[in-house]
């Protein structure tokens, strides 16, 4: 299906106004850090009026504070403002954090007479130190004072809640629904730690794969109920921000918030007209998450190369799943995808080892240009192909492309968006600790 | 317990001859690779008379020809001659593979004159390419002439199974058994694609975590029979080389023997006279595991620092294993390491995802020196302690430390020996497509 696409991202639905600001949340100012120094560091996204809000979470245990106030909040599926900040991610700061989310919300509220219980709240940076609730507080008064609804407040924002990403990320798209045209908008930020693995209430289903920081912010004019929203964002992130993975680590603070000012005008999308959400909305709304997601790994720390693994023919679905993930998190095939290496073997190797059933001699991997059919096989029924080293390298060069794995077993099959390991992403990680901002975790 | 240390490694039992030569199994010789064109790559290790045997093999469902034809020959629990080559691991390479390791296995016999179905295969090195039968038998014909019992047969030996190691890792111990001084030696190698998943019939128990190649070949002269250095053997296994990792792939190729000759002229350690091995002998032989297991760390992949992870206070210990798991194979964490940075976040964000029990105020973090008990906290029920960063930098600069993690939930414990990630780690292994010798895997 193919949507318009809009520039505006978060303000292009109508009624939405955004604004991003810098108010020194690393504290910095001083020393190396101070290039950095003027960085946007605040947003705040901001509905005319309440919203209908559903949100998807970090499913790691240790959640960040920001984490556990949203799932307090969108229970009662209604929000009107998010209030986001990067350089600090507020976890693992206990109960002071909590009160500091919370703080952070209200003060959001009484700075733009919102009412009480209607503010969100996402964090984003370093773990293990506190909040500069003063830096945050001023930073609120200001991003209040400048909310509009032009491009530009969008692109501050999108600016405002990146951490190590090189680029904003943001989308908007328009299509009909009852007659009426609806708008989806986001903006994303990701980079590194990030291997989501959300669900709507930061519970881990049995069946979830365990798997950065990675935050998005959806904003719609459609009318849509909480119930159907939240079955419509589960939907979507199930097939997107859940399915990528740059370095295999799951964040603190992962967190999908959308809001539906319902000012499109369509007749109200209910549960009870219907147990799935409008499938032009779904759509949408999965396109605007796949393509923010795929954003979050082309622009993951040092990724030179994006790979989308495709598994099939597996036992089970979670056997595929499996199995994707053990190629897509291997320090090995991520390092030969950096070398433009076709390496096979290893790939054989880590769906061995992974949970999935495999059976040697079933087994064909091939390669092919993204979205494309044709498919270059290396191996096929475990056996190498005729296919040359040479023209699976040209395969393997392109910055994007897919790996199809064909497990020949049954009629399971997954897809993880997967990067390449580069000597950058160690060169970023390993870190600076004579750097003064890094005190505390 | 403390046990005296002996030179000679694998020959140092009575009874064992070793040798290592150069067969060109990389089939080398012009170009790029005409620098290691003449590295030992086949070794020879033989006990005077048939021996026990017991085995350990890797659980990846990826499983090559010369594990498959140990399996089927340990099972009889006897064994004379172990051959083994580097530059090749016969892995992926489907019947002709089998046909050649087994080919393998009895051209030794004959070259040797030992009784049919007496030889075990190792093999190690690239996956997907067939086996040079004609370097491999001219191989086996030159090791057997120059069989000999010296501390340099054994350290060609040690030479002669390594791949991307930078130096041999050998061990021999002797203590006393009923009154008669036993030895038990050692050789094996590591390096890259290590984090052994192992078990006595190559399958994997439901209880084991999912996890180079590593091979290992040890010998003694102690009188065990095969059921009791087989439960022997998989203790050792269990906590030394099943307890590594250096980038978290297991291999299709693990591999650990233990040939037991007999000719200490202990009393025969019997199942039926006790269901534990002797003590000693056991103690020896964990020993001996352990220091050749942290010396494939040491020398893995371009490695800097390695890392005792021990994680207690865990519900169970399988919740231990997976905290420590998850935190030894985080990129972020290891990427850390590398740095010196005690970045304690990130080790809260892995044991947080992983599938351990965790609760984030109950949490202790901190280092110590290798053995030592005084730790130094950073983290105490999951809060910062007032033990300053350079304190803390100074516990993780070493080029070995001890990462305490206390859950404060129960009971469970374990112990990985990790490694950090580095840049070097990447460079290595995102190869050189245009190495002539790469081709086919």
Redesign the interface.
Known sequence: MKFKQLKGSIVAPRGFLASGVFCDIKRLGTGKGSQKGNKRDLALIVSEAPATVAGMFT?????AAPVKVCLERVKHGKAQVVVVNSGN?N??T?RQGLKDAREMARFTERALAVDAGLALVGSTG???VPLPMDHIRAGIIEAAMLLGRTNRHADQAAEAILTSDTRPKQIAVEFSLDGRAVRIGGICKGA??IQP?MSPTGRRPASQP??ATMLCFLTTDAAVEPKVLRTALQEAVAQSFNRITV??????NDTVLLLANGQAGNKPATHRASKTPPPTFQAALNHVCLELAKMIVRDGEGVHRVVTVRVSGAKTKADADAAARAVAN???VK??W????P????I????????A?????KVDIGYSAPGSRKILWS?QR???TRVS?KQL?LAVAPKEFELHIQLNLGRGSAVIHAAD???E???F?????TDPT????
């Not at 370095?247 to 603190?252: A, E, F, L, R």
């Open positions: 499913t790691n245990q240790v959640c991610a976890a693992c206990g370093r773990i293990g590194g730690m693995g365990l798997h370095d295999g680590d799951m964040s603190t291997s320090a090995l390092t030969s950096h070398g433009g290496d390496n096979w073997g290893r054989m190797d880590a769906i061995g080892y992974s949970s059933r495999v059976v040697e001699h191996l475990g056996q190498p080293f390298c390991l580069t000597e992403y160690v060169e990680n390993k870190g600076d600790v890094r005190l505390g975790g």
